[in-house]
Structure formats: structure tokens, C-alpha cells
């Protein structure tokens, strides 16, 4: 029994709580550390309330007192004694929610942590009877699982980036933006305030530059000097009027926010996102699932750091066994995907599951989830040679797993491929100076080509990631849908039959659709005269989108200048749309304006 001058440090103090559970409400008080005594700092926002699950070690460590409401009054845990609940009934039970901070602890500084009553546990399931073998995957396990194929029709889909690009933000996206800006405009007083599609669209148009045009500061984009002005940008938008959209765009209602949602800011446009992404779902048979990062260097407490990634600050999404099912709930149930994931997803109860519901995976795995498998021992593994390995299979579920000496121990647990047939990896060898040779698992092998397509993403956006900034938390997530769904775009687009005929690498992809978003807003800018230099191209002067929309495309009286499809001298106060001519200039308007040309159509 613990003696009476100790007090409870948090830890201790929560694990009671947690397995009494009959309490209201209980507030436990932390005994502050000496003051020469380095503190680990709250991960949490300051404007947020305190939870258990935010301390750090140390922090649980420290002695502290609780206060519990209960029904028949205020309990008092202080220090550790025969009696762990001192009752005191002085205070009416009816009046259970103002209460006096006991006199020993109240005039020192103090953490509130609020604790709710919590729910019953649930019975731990019974452990998985497994029966191991020294042996292989047999065949008629690796059979089991049956691909049904791609049945998507893709000449249905848009053929030009900007057409892809409006599948994710369609106007139903579009307009909840203008919707929520419009919104948060008025309750920052400012009821002037107005926007439309179009100019959304401008907007993000400008936002998707930023990501291969960078310059210092976002203002530049504007400034008179050549070595930083982007001419695109100035003649779509004045500058203040970019500004202002940046300070009041918004993608939710402030009034109805869930407070137990860490991301309900950006949570409206998150849900319609994956909706669209679900909806023009490319099916494949290997899908990889890996955390995806978000830098942040800001206050949040959705925000973590991760020693030894590329971005060690950020918001990571997606972990966990749960996060793999979810996927899952969300796809066809009857066709048998290969799943590829990594350690912070696997487990053999996973592995089990899926194999229950007839899908076949393929995953790296920590050591201590294999549970009782009697692989050897990574400390026996690691002093074999290089290239050896262990496996084990689970006649009971048909599963197997593998461990492998490579440059690190490797574990990997699968139900559809095995050691056989054996492969071979290069790796340098410091005692050979040279490149050897080394025996692989089939599994192995298996698992390096279907998993980085998540990395792969990553890789992409990263390279030309919106680099204009904002104060806003939800700003790097908005500017991370954005060039997601950019991403995809450009991974459709090499699927259809107009990425077939005329391929784009993802900065063709976003610079084409840049493109039309700015032609569909700009304002024609009246020429000062006639242009230096040889006129371009016709299928470079107009997107043929804008070009072949039949929309607002009237002739207008203009000065002396060539037509853009005869090439033709047109003469002075004839109809003039970009491309006037001598004789006929209504036969080449009607050409230009909506036909194709015939070596586009072959």
C-alpha cells in the first residue's frame, strides 16, 4: 500500500477514474514541476480543451489531485491511501457544477482536464487459433482470389484537362465556395462583399501559377518590374481584388461547426472531394494505401512531428487498420483488389479480414504484431548473411509470413503470394566493393512494385505545390485539394484517348488548364497596334474548349489585319474576331468558330 505522503501522479489518477467510470464530471489538478526542471510543451492549440490524450510522458508523471462529481456529492483524490476517495457531502448534490478548488492546491498554477464518463469497454475477442508450418503458400491459396477486370467506359469522359479538372470542382463545389465566402464576408462586417464562380475559378487559376511561376512574394505577380511580373496574372485580376479574396474565402458555415471535428473547417470540401474521387474512380486491381503529409509549421493540434521524414511537420492523414477499412466500405464488394500497405496498417487480424471478405494484401509488418509466429528472432536474423530468410504459414487463416535479411530485418505477411518463385535484388556490397546479387522472396518483389503509388502522389504535388501562403490553419489543407485534384486529373487524362493521341506531363496537364480558366474570365485587352513580330499559330492563338464553345463570339469592326485561318490580308472595317480576311471573312468566322479542323479528326 502506498503511503500517505505520496500524492497520485496523472497517470495513476486516470487509470482509476477510467476503471471506476461512475462519475459526472472529473477535474484533475497537476502539481507543477520544480522550476529548474525542463517541461515538455502541450501539443495542443491553447484555445482548445486540455484532454489526457494530449500529455506527454512527463506530464503524466507529475502528482496532481482530482475533484469527481458524483450524484451523492464532490470526492476529493489527493493522496495515496488506504481510503483512495475522501467523500465530502458539505455540497448540495443539485449544485454539483460549482464547486471550491481544495485550499492546498488552489493558489498554484494549474491544468484543467476535463474527463467524461467513459462508455463500457467492449470484451476483447477471443485470440486466433493458428496452426504454423515451416512451409510455402500453397497454390490453391494463392488462386483463391479472383481479378474481374476494368469495366469503364473512358470514351464517356471529357478528353481536355479543364473538362477532368471540373469532374472535382463541378459548379455544386464551386458555388458552396462562393456560398461560405460570401457568408463569412458579412460576419466580418464586411456586407459588401461579393464573388461568382467565375471569379473562383480566376482565382484558383492564379493559386495553380503559384505553383510552377514562384516568386518571393505573392504581390510581385503584379509589380511593374519585368524580371517578376506575370502578365497573365495582372490582366485577369487587379491585385487588391486577389487580396481580398484571399482574406475572405471560406469553406463552411462558422455557425455550425463540430466542435469534436479537428478539421471541420475544411470538412464541407473534404466530403464533396471524395464523393467525385470515388465517383471517377479509375478501378485497378493493385491499390497501395500509405499517410499522406501536409506541411504545417503553424498552432494546431491535429499537427505532428515525425523524426526522419521529409516534412517532419505536418498533418498526417491516414493510419491504422481502420483507415484500410474504411477504403474498403467505400469500393465495389465484389471484386478482388490486391492491397498493398506498410507497417503502420498491417496486422494479421487485417490480414484476416480481408482474406474473409475475398481480398487479397500484401504488407510490410512490425515485429511485435506477428503475434506468436515462430519466425527466428530478429537479434538470431540479423547475424546470418544477407539474403537469408525465415517463413511461416498459417494453415488456419492461409496466410504467410516472411522474414528477410536485407540491409535491415524485413517482415512481410501476405495471402496471396509467397516465397516462390524466388527472386534476386542488387545491393551494394562494403566488403566486395561492388554490387551483389542476393535471393528475394517472390512477396517481396510483389509488394516493391505495387506500393509507392501513394509516395508517387506525394512526389507530384510536391513539385509544383501552391506556394502562395495564408495565416489560416485550413490554408495548406484547401491548397493540398487543389493540387490533388490537379494529380488526378492528369492521371485520367493519360488513360483517355486524347492523353493517347497527345500526351502532357503533369506541368502540361496544369499549365493547359490554367489556360482555359484564365480564357474563360479575362477581359480582351485592346491592342495598341499591330504586333511585333510573325503571328502564332491557329491551335496556339485560342484553347479549341473556348474556341468550339459557340459562346459570346460576335464579329466586331476592326483595323486592317490578317486572318487567323486563311492567313489572309483582310481589309479595313470588316468583321473581325481574331481572324479577318479579303473577300470572305463570315465563311472563315463560321469555319474557325465552329468546326474542327480535319486533321484533328483523324
Given at each position: 500500500?502506498?503511503?500517505?505522503?505520496?500524492?497520485?501522479?496523472?497517470?495513476?489518477?486516470?487509470?482509476?477514474?477510467?476503471?471506476?467510470?461512475?462519475?459526472?464530471?472529473?477535474?484533475?489538478?497537476?502539481?507543477?514541476?520544480?522550476?529548474?526542471?525542463?517541461?515538455?510543451?502541450?501539443?495542443?492549440?491553447?484555445?482548445?480543451?486540455?484532454?489526457?490524450?494530449?500529455?506527454?510522458?512527463?506530464?503524466?508523471?507529475?502528482?496532481?489531485?482530482?475533484?469527481?462529481?458524483?450524484?451523492?456529492?464532490?470526492?476529493?483524490?489527493d493522496?495515496?491511501?488506504?481510503?483512495?476517495?475522501?467523500?465530502?457531502?458539505?455540497?448540495?448534490?443539485?449544485?454539483?457544477?460549482?464547486?471550491?478548488?481544495?485550499?492546498?492546491?488552489?493558489?498554484?498554477?494549474?491544468?484543467?482536464?476535463?474527463?467524461?464518463?467513459?462508455?463500457?469497454?467492449?470484451?476483447?475477442?477471443?485470440?486466433?487459433?493458428?496452426?504454423?508450418?515451416?512451409?510455402?503458400?500453397?497454390?490453391?491459396?494463392?488462386?483463391?482470389f479472383?481479378?474481374?477486370?476494368?469495366?469503364?467506359?473512358?470514351?464517356?469522359?471529357?478528353?481536355?484537362?479543364?473538362?477532368?479538372?471540373?469532374l472535382?470542382?463541378?459548379?455544386?463545389?464551386?458555388?458552396?465556395?462562393?456560398?461560405?465566402?460570401?457568408?463569412?464576408?458579412?460576419?466580418?462586417?464586411?456586407?459588401?462583399?461579393?464573388?461568382?464562380?467565375?471569379?473562383?475559378?480566376?482565382?484558383?487559376a492564379?493559386?495553380?501559377?503559384?505553383?510552377?511561376?514562384?516568386?518571393?512574394?505573392?504581390?510581385?505577380?503584379?509589380?511593374?518590374?519585368?524580371?517578376?511580373?506575370?502578365?497573365?496574372?495582372?490582366?485577369?485580376?487587379?491585385?487588391?481584388r486577389?487580396?481580398?479574396?484571399?482574406?475572405?474565402?471560406?469553406?463552411?458555415?462558422?455557425?455550425?461547426?463540430?466542435?469534436?471535428?479537428?478539421?471541420?473547417?475544411?470538412?464541407?470540401?473534404?466530403?464533396?472531394?471524395?464523393?467525385?474521387?470515388?465517383?471517377?474512380?479509375?478501378?485497378?486491381?493493385?491499390?497501395?494505401?500509405?499517410?499522406?503529409?501536409?506541411?504545417?509549421?503553424?498552432?494546431?493540434?491535429?499537427?505532428?512531428?515525425?523524426?526522419?521524414?521529409?516534412?517532419?511537420?505536418?498533418?498526417?492523414?491516414?493510419?491504422?487498420?481502420?483507415?484500410?477499412?474504411?477504403?474498403?466500405?467505400?469500393?465495389?464488394?465484389?471484386?478482388?483488389?490486391?492491397?498493398?500497405?506498410?507497417?503502420?496498417?498491417?496486422?494479421?487480424?487485417?490480414?484476416?479480414?480481408?482474406?474473409?471478405?475475398?481480398?487479397?494484401?500484401?504488407?510490410?509488418?512490425?515485429?511485435?504484431?506477428i503475434?506468436?509466429?515462430?519466425?527466428?528472432?530478429?537479434?538470431?536474423?540479423?547475424?546470418?548473411q544477407?539474403?537469408?530468410?525465415?517463413?511461416?504459414?498459417?494453415?488456419?487463416?492461409?496466410?504467410?509470413?516472411?522474414?528477410?535479411?536485407d540491409?535491415?530485418?524485413?517482415?512481410?505477411?501476405?495471402?496471396?503470394?509467397?516465397?516462390?518463385?524466388?527472386?534476386?535484388?542488387?545491393?551494394?556490397?562494403?566488403?566486395?566493393?561492388?554490387?551483389?546479387?542476393?535471393?528475394?522472396?517472390?512477396?517481396?518483389?510483389?509488394?516493391?512494385?505495387?506500393?509507392?503509388?501513394?509516395?508517387?502522389?506525394?512526389?507530384?504535388?510536391?513539385?509544383?505545390?501552391?506556394?502562395i501562403?495564408?495565416?489560416?490553419?485550413?490554408?495548406?489543407?484547401?491548397?493540398?485539394?487543389?493540387?490533388?485534384?490537379?494529380?488526378?486529373?492528369?492521371?485520367?487524362?493519360?488513360?483517355?484517348?486524347?492523353g493517347?493521341?497527345?500526351?502532357l506531363?503533369?506541368?502540361?496537364?496544369?499549365?493547359?488548364?490554367?489556360?482555359?480558366?484564365?480564357?474563360?474570365?479575362?477581359?480582351?485587352?485592346?491592342?495598341?497596334?499591330?504586333?511585333?513580330?510573325?503571328?502564332?499559330?491557329?491551335?496556339?492563338r485560342?484553347?479549341?474548349?473556348?474556341?468550339l464553345?459557340?459562346?459570346?463570339?460576335?464579329?466586331?469592326?476592326?483595323?486592317?489585319?490578317?486572318c487567323?485561318?486563311?492567313?489572309?490580308?483582310?481589309?479595313?472595317?470588316?468583321?473581325?474576331?481574331?481572324?479577318?480576311?479579303?473577300?470572305?471573312?463570315?465563311?472563315?468566322?463560321?469555319?474557325?468558330?465552329?468546326?474542327?479542323?480535319?486533321?484533328?479528326k483523324?
Amino acid at each position: 500500500m502506498a503511503s500517505r505522503n505520496r500524492r497520485y501522479t496523472v497517470n495513476e489518477i486516470i487509470s482509476m477514474l477510467e476503471d471506476e467510470g461512475n462519475f459526472e464530471r472529473a477535474d484533475i489538478h497537476v502539481q507543477p514541476p520544480p522550476v529548474d526542471e525542463l517541461t515538455d510543451e502541450d501539443s495542443a492549440s491553447e484555445d482548445e480543451e486540455v484532454g489526457y490524450n494530449n500529455l506527454s510522458g512527463r506530464q503524466l508523471d507529475q502528482q496532481a489531485t482530482a475533484t469527481v462529481i458524483r450524484l451523492d456529492g464532490r470526492h476529493v483524490v489527493d493522496s495515496a491511501s488506504d481510503s483512495d476517495l475522501e467523500t465530502d457531502h458539505s455540497s448540495d448534490s443539485s449544485d454539483t457544477d460549482e464547486y471550491e478548488v481544495p485550499a492546498n492546491i488552489a493558489k498554484r498554477p494549474q491544468v484543467r482536464i476535463a474527463l467524461r464518463d467513459p462508455a463500457p469497454r467492449p470484451k476483447r475477442p477471443a485470440p486466433v487459433k493458428r496452426k504454423w508450418e515451416n512451409k510455402d503458400l500453397p497454390e490453391q491459396d494463392k488462386d483463391r482470389f479472383t481479378w474481374h477486370g476494368s469495366n469503364i467506359d473512358k470514351s464517356r469522359w471529357p478528353q481536355t484537362p479543364d473538362g477532368i479538372f471540373n469532374l472535382f470542382f463541378d459548379d455544386d463545389v464551386i458555388n458552396m465556395i462562393v456560398e461560405q465566402s460570401i457568408r463569412y464576408a458579412g460576419s466580418k462586417g464586411s456586407h459588401s462583399f461579393s464573388t461568382s464562380p467565375q471569379e473562383i475559378r480566376i482565382f484558383l487559376a492564379i493559386l495553380l501559377i503559384s505553383g510552377y511561376n514562384t516568386v518571393p512574394r505573392r504581390r510581385q505577380f503584379w509589380s511593374r518590374d519585368d524580371d517578376v511580373r506575370n502578365e497573365a496574372i495582372a490582366r485577369t485580376m487587379p491585385r487588391d481584388r486577389f487580396d481580398i479574396l484571399v482574406r475572405y474565402v471560406h469553406l463552411c458555415d462558422n455557425n455550425n461547426l463540430d466542435r469534436e471535428d479537428k478539421f471541420s473547417k475544411v470538412r464541407p470540401l473534404l466530403c464533396l472531394l471524395n464523393e467525385r474521387f470515388l465517383l471517377y474512380f479509375l478501378k485497378e486491381k493493385n491499390l497501395s494505401i500509405d499517410e499522406s503529409m501536409i506541411p504545417y509549421y503553424g498552432r494546431h493540434g491535429a499537427k505532428q512531428f515525425i523524426r526522419g521524414k521529409p516534412i517532419r511537420f505536418e498533418f498526417f492523414l491516414g493510419m491504422g487498420g481502420a483507415v484500410v477499412m474504411d477504403l474498403l466500405s467505400e469500393l465495389q464488394k465484389d471484386d478482388a483488389y490486391h492491397l498493398t500497405f506498410d507497417n503502420l496498417f498491417t496486422s494479421l487480424k487485417l490480414v484476416d479480414r480481408l482474406t474473409d471478405m475475398g481480398i487479397s494484401c500484401t504488407g510490410t509488418i512490425r515485429a511485435n504484431r506477428i503475434e506468436d509466429c515462430p519466425v527466428k528472432n530478429v537479434k538470431d536474423m540479423g547475424k546470418t548473411q544477407r539474403g537469408n530468410y525465415d517463413k511461416r504459414y498459417d494453415a488456419h487463416k492461409g496466410l504467410i509470413v516472411v522474414r528477410w535479411n536485407d540491409n535491415n530485418i524485413v517482415n512481410v505477411v501476405s495471402n496471396c503470394h509467397g516465397v516462390e518463385p524466388l527472386q534476386q535484388a542488387t545491393r551494394w556490397s562494403k566488403q566486395e566493393k561492388a554490387r551483389v546479387r542476393l535471393p528475394q522472396p517472390y512477396l517481396i518483389k510483389h509488394y516493391n512494385q505495387t506500393m509507392g503509388g501513394v509516395d508517387r502522389m506525394d512526389q507530384n504535388v510536391e513539385k509544383y505545390r501552391i506556394s502562395i501562403r495564408s495565416k489560416k490553419w485550413w490554408w495548406p489543407v484547401f491548397m493540398y485539394c487543389i493540387d490533388l485534384a490537379v494529380q488526378q486529373t492528369w492521371h485520367i487524362y493519360r488513360a483517355t484517348d486524347a492523353g493517347l493521341r497527345q500526351p502532357l506531363d503533369l506541368l502540361g496537364v496544369r499549365r493547359a488548364l490554367v489556360t482555359v480558366l484564365l480564357a474563360q474570365g479575362r477581359t480582351p485587352a485592346v491592342s495598341p497596334g499591330r504586333p511585333r513580330g510573325r503571328m502564332r499559330p491557329l491551335s496556339r492563338r485560342i484553347p479549341d474548349h473556348i474556341r468550339l464553345d459557340g459562346k459570346n463570339h460576335y464579329a466586331e469592326p476592326a483595323k486592317e489585319v490578317r486572318c487567323s485561318l486563311c492567313g489572309k490580308n483582310a481589309g479595313h472595317n470588316v468583321p473581325n474576331v481574331m481572324l479577318e480576311c479579303t473577300g470572305n471573312a463570315l465563311k472563315c468566322f463560321t469555319v474557325f468558330r465552329y468546326s474542327y479542323d480535319q486533321s484533328q479528326k483523324t
